[in-house]
């Protein structure tokens, strides 16, 4: 089954220690990307990564880490992380974000992964 | 900075009604608008997308449609089923780049 997998989906952790969530996908994509939801900002770019060891900064990186090694798993790595990184976390991959034709850059999520920084 | 806001925040019809969700951007320099559906406590899916020189998509009882002049879009959909409720978002992806910049959604309530 073609899917975005996220993990943990649940992690609740103190103010400092660092963490990773990971992200995999089995479709061979090209493009991912991390976002962050919460209320009454809505869903907001981290980073995104168009290729194996390309990545570059979304809307907000302040307190966030990424690497692409390999084509599937794109990791969101916080460092120090901080009770204002309490959020819901998603990642997304797309065939490519920009192909010749145009066609088939649909987005694919994952469940999400819901972090609490105490 | 491209900003992009749904309009109305919540929506609740009977079921059977056919409704619009508007979504709204500030910079007309898009590569693509895709429209997402996300349940309660679960990811998003995407529900349609539209190139840049295309003016609308269709899938099933969707329809999508953008100006991108005058920086809108709709989603149609037709005869709303109880099944249809769920949050809608709309994400306009920036030209040339990975950029994206989604909007806040418009909560749909389809009441049997």
């Known amino acids: 089954e073609a899917q975005v997998t996220q993990n943990p989906r649940y992690l609740i952790t103190v103010t400092g220690k660092k963490l990773t969530v990971t992200c995999s996908q089995n479709m061979n994509h090209e493009y991912m990307s991390w976002y962050r939801q919460d209320p009454g900002l809505g869903l907001r770019q981290i980073y995104y990564?168009?290729?194996?060891?390309?990545?570059d900064k979304g809307d907000v990186p302040e307190g966030y880490k990424v690497s692409r090694k390999e084509k599937r798993n794109f990791p969101l790595i916080l460092e120090s992380p901080s009770p204002n990184q309490t959020s819901l976390y998603f990642c997304?991959?797309?065939?490519?974000?920009?192909?010749?034709?145009?066609?088939?850059?649909?987005?694919?999520f994952g469940q999400g992964t819901r972090l609490t920084v105490v | 900075k491209q900003e992009v806001t749904q309009i109305p925040a919540a929506l609740s019809v009977p079921e059977g009604e056919n409704l619009v969700l508007n979504c709204s951007f500030t910079d007309s320099a898009i590569y693509n608008l895709q429209w997402f559906r996300q349940d309660p406590g679960k990811g998003l899916t995407s529900l349609l997308l539209i190139q840049s020189s295309q003016r609308e998509q269709t899938s099933g009882r969707l329809n999508a449609s953008l100006d991108k002049s005058s920086g809108r879009s709709t989603l149609y959909i037709a005869a709303s089923q109880p099944g249809d409720s769920a949050t809608y978002l709309c994400?306009?992806?920036?030209?040339?780049?990975?950029?994206?910049?989604f909007g806040d959604g418009t909560t749909l309530t389809v009441k049997p």
């Open positions: 994400a306009v992806s920036r030209t040339n780049a990975g950029k994206s910049t």
């Open positions: 990564s168009m290729n194996v060891e390309v990545t």
């Open positions: 997304a991959s797309s065939p490519t974000y920009r192909n010749n034709l145009g066609l088939n850059t649909e987005a694919f």
